[in-house]
């Protein structure tokens, strides 16, 4: 017999008239594995370790790579050594999983994220800590990279909530959150102090209701028909759902 709700958890108010959530038959979701890797068309996501340094040094270290790390936590390292300390950092931190990003056509890892942030109790997640090579910036494979992880958090491991944070000054993360299907939920002000300034943090997050949405705009610009000869999009991607944006959606 299927579990049976209590007439309470069936009303949408108490015996208070207050009104009460949506009742949820939840079963916690599972941890991420430090030892996933993620497979896609075009792009690989493995867990991040000392074999990727040089790549990732190649990628984003340039010394015309700062802006690749103005809204990281780290400064650009100026060194092989600097950016070994960092990959080390993201292998051993207890409460996040790292991945180096690896397109397919080079087998060579171009940027890294981490999720972070998890919560399988209450079957939250958060994707964080990018940084994404030029070969990688407004890329297919970059897209599907994201597309990978979601479809890891709510189709394999059972999240109900993924979220995405970022600096509010950090219009290209805005707009990259938005692109794929995120909700601005709002902003908290004085959030952090990082490399001694203030961060107010924009939150954006995928429920469990809005995946299904979401999950077929990515699959269907992702598919080998949305691409010409060259590798262009037909089609842009439209993950972002159809109502009116909020003063806080709109795009910088």
Not at 9 to 26: A, E, F, K, M
Not at 69 to 75: A, R
Request: charged share 25%; with cysteine.
């Amino acid at each position: 017999m299927g579990l049976q709700l209590s007439a309470t958890r069936t009303r949408s108010t108490n015996d208070h008239g207050q009104p009460l959530g949506r009742p949820v038959d939840w079963t916690p979701a599972t941890a991420p594995a430090s030892d996933t890797v993620l497979t896609g068309a075009g792009v690989r996501l493995e867990p991040i370790g000392p074999q990727h340094v040089d790549d990732l040094y190649a990628a984003l270290c340039r010394t015309d790579d700062d802006a690749l790390w103005t809204y990281l936590v780290w400064e650009r390292p100026r060194t092989r050594d600097e950016l070994t300390s960092i990959v080390e950092q993201m292998v051993d931190a207890p409460a996040a999983v790292a991945f180096a990003i690896v397109p397919v056509e080079t087998g060579r890892a171009a940027g890294f994220c981490s999720l972070m942030r998890i919560d399988p109790a209450m079957g939250s997640i958060e994707v964080g800590g990018i940084a994404l090579g030029r070969q990688l910036q407004r890329s297919r494979a970059a897209t599907e990279a994201m597309a990978l992880l979601m479809r890891h958090a709510f189709d394999e491991l059972g999240y109900r909530r993924y979220e995405w944070k970022c600096d509010s000054l950090n219009g290209a993360s805005r707009r990259a959150a938005i692109r794929l299907g995120f909700i601005w939920e709002g902003r908290f002000r004085n959030a952090l102090v990082y490399k001694g300034r203030n961060r107010d943090t924009d939150w954006f997050s995928i429920t469990d209701l809005e995946w299904p949405r979401v999950r077929q705009a990515l699959d269907d610009w992702l598919d080998d028909s949305n691409f010409d000869d060259m590798g262009r999009q037909r089609v842009r991607l439209a993950a972002r759902p159809p109502a009116p944006a909020s003063a806080g959606q709109e795009e910088d």
